[in-house]
């Protein structure tokens, strides 16, 4: 079974982008979350490339 990249309906917070990567790799998305919320203290395009993600990938 293929996983496809996708934001869940049912597990959203802002735009479903973190449950989205969490289900396509097989984790939690909570964690996902904390990578996100943790990566954004460090420098870089962080915000920037979850725009692209919401705008790039389908619903569910």
């Not at 479903?16 to 954004?40: D, N, P, Y």
């Amino acid at each position: 079974m293929t996983r496809r990249l996708s934001r869940p309906r049912d597990d959203r917070w802002i735009a479903g982008v973190c449950s989205g990567l969490a289900r396509r790799f097989g984790l939690s998305s909570g964690v996902v979350r904390l990578i996100f919320v943790l990566s954004c203290l460090l420098p870089g395009p962080q915000f920037l490339i979850y725009l692209i993600l919401w705008i790039m990938m389908p619903n569910e």
